[in-house]
């Protein structure tokens, strides 16, 4: 076999390798294929395996608050972009509530904390983000997604795209945790016709949730949205009439995390010091109808890539082995 046979093979064996493990230079490394017992496949991920600040591609850091008295909800922070508020550490990334006094835009507060907006935004499909996440009276931690055409001015959406007030945008609450309910955690969807108080949701008693990692997920389609920890259904939205005012929930919605203190999650004790939430990765799947359900169910929790298994990915090392095929008789063996 000639120099020049050699060369084209390699040259197909590094094609082949960057379209299977998808190779794609960005700090969005999440794994890809298919969802045990679905046609679901990764569209967008973070695995926050790069230590230092979030990702700039994947999130916008929220920090200019909303009204002259500061944020919703009477929540008593402010939100920062400093690295001591949220960074990214061994496959981590971790969003810090803590107390310090603090000044921005005119106004003093006595905590700070982060609230990340994903530069993402999508409609239907399915969301897991694995967390921990500390408790108790005045904290306030949130894994969320509003709609993009919020009308919010300081969020990632706004200039492009707000055009509608809260709750006429939607909001759906993948995991909430309120202070006071110290073993209970929430999903809801925030409508026009429920929404705050009166929203659609239910809790689940989960008493580790501030000790271990649980799975919060959410399968959203053209019906329903069903809420999980750990893969485990504990509610499903799906109203009888879905119109303007009970489904706001068929345009792109995009992910918020952040951790408030105060407001919903009770009074800050005076004695309250910092607390955190842990992600170890945000994962965004939709289904693909050219893609059969697999035989057998793939590791959801596995951090190294999985074969894209797609008729396009197939298609295209079948292309370029043909052509390297063709070069490898023309230039001889």
Same mark, same amino acid.
């Given at each position: 076999?000639?120099?020049?046979?050699?060369?084209?093979?390699?040259?197909?064996?590094?094609?082949?390798?960057?379209?299977?493990?998808?190779?794609?230079?960005?700090?969005?490394?999440?794994?890809?294929?298919?969802?045990?017992?679905?046609?679901?496949?990764?569209?967008?991920?973070?695995?926050?395996?790069?230590?230092?600040?979030?990702?700039?591609?994947?999130?916008?850091?929220?920090?200019?608050?909303?009204?002259?008295?500061?944020?919703?909800?009477?929540?008593?922070?402010?939100?920062?972009?400093?690295?001591?508020n949220s960074h990214a550490h061994d496959g981590l990334?971790?969003?810090?509530?803590?107390?310090?006094?603090?000044?921005?835009?005119?106004?003093?507060?006595?905590?700070t904390s982060a609230r990340l907006n994903s530069k993402?935004?999508?409609?239907?499909?399915?969301?897991?983000?694995?967390?921990?996440?500390?408790?108790?009276?005045?904290?306030?931690?949130?894994?969320?997604?509003?709609?993009?055409?919020?009308?919010?001015?300081?969020?990632?959406?706004?200039?492009?795209?707000?055009?509608?007030?809260?709750?006429d945008c939607g909001e759906i609450d993948v995991m909430?945790?309120?202070?006071?309910?110290?073993?209970?955690?929430?999903?809801?969807?925030?409508?026009?016709?429920?929404?705050?108080?009166?929203?659609?949701?239910?809790?689940?008693?989960?008493?580790?949730?501030?000790?271990?990692?649980?799975?919060?997920?959410?399968?959203?389609?053209?019906?329903?949205? #069903?809420?999980?920890?750990?893969?485990?259904?504990?509610?499903?939205?799906?109203?009888?009439?879905?119109?303007?005012?009970?489904?706001?929930?068929?345009?792109?919605?995009?992910?918020?995390?952040?951790?408030?203190?105060?407001?919903?999650?009770?009074?800050?004790?005076?004695?309250?010091?910092?607390?955190? #939430?842990?992600?170890?990765?945000?994962?965004?799947?939709?289904?693909?109808?050219?893609?059969?359900?697999?035989?057998?169910? #793939?590791?959801?929790?596995?951090?190294?890539?999985?074969?894209?298994?797609?008729?396009?990915?197939?298609?295209?090392?079948?292309?370029?082995?043909?052509?390297?095929?063709?070069?490898?008789?023309?230039?001889?063996?």
């Amino acid at each position: 076999m000639t120099k020049n046979a050699l060369a084209w093979i390699w040259i197909v064996c590094v094609l082949v390798r960057m379209e299977f493990l998808g190779v794609d230079g960005t700090c969005a490394s999440g794994e890809t294929g298919n969802m045990p017992g679905a046609r679901y496949v990764l569209i967008w991920a973070d695995e926050f395996n790069v230590d230092g600040p979030v990702c700039e591609q994947n999130w916008f850091h929220q920090t200019q608050i909303p009204t002259p008295t500061g944020w919703y909800n009477n929540e008593e922070q402010h939100y920062t972009d400093r690295l001591d508020n949220s960074h990214a550490h061994d496959g981590l990334l971790t969003i810090v509530a803590k107390k310090e006094k603090f000044m921005d835009q005119g106004l003093e507060r006595s905590y700070t904390s982060a609230r990340l907006n994903s530069k993402f935004a999508f409609t239907y499909g399915r969301v897991d983000v694995r967390a921990r996440l500390d408790g108790g009276s005045g904290t306030w931690p949130a894994i969320w997604m509003l709609g993009r055409n919020v009308q919010e001015p300081g969020g990632y959406w706004y200039s492009m795209f707000g055009n509608q007030t809260w709750p006429d945008c939607g909001e759906i609450d993948v995991m909430e945790h309120f202070g006071p309910r110290n073993d209970v955690i929430s999903g809801s969807a925030h409508s026009p016709s429920r929404y705050g108080g009166n929203a659609n949701t239910k809790t689940r008693i989960l008493k580790d949730f501030n000790t271990t990692f649980h799975k919060y997920s959410i399968i959203w389609d053209e019906r329903k949205i #069903m809420f999980m920890v750990d893969d485990v259904p504990y509610y499903a939205y799906e109203p009888l009439i879905r119109d303007s005012s009970t489904w706001p929930f068929d345009k792109p919605h995009y992910l918020l995390l952040n951790f408030a203190l105060g407001g919903e999650g009770g009074s800050v004790p005076s004695d309250f010091e910092q607390a955190t #939430m842990d992600i170890d990765y945000v994962r965004v799947y939709q289904k693909d109808p050219l893609i059969p359900a697999p035989s057998a169910p #793939m590791d959801a929790t596995r951090k190294s890539r999985a074969i894209r298994n797609t008729p396009t990915s197939i298609f295209l090392v079948m292309v370029s082995l043909g052509a390297a095929f063709v070069l490898i008789l023309c230039t001889g063996l």
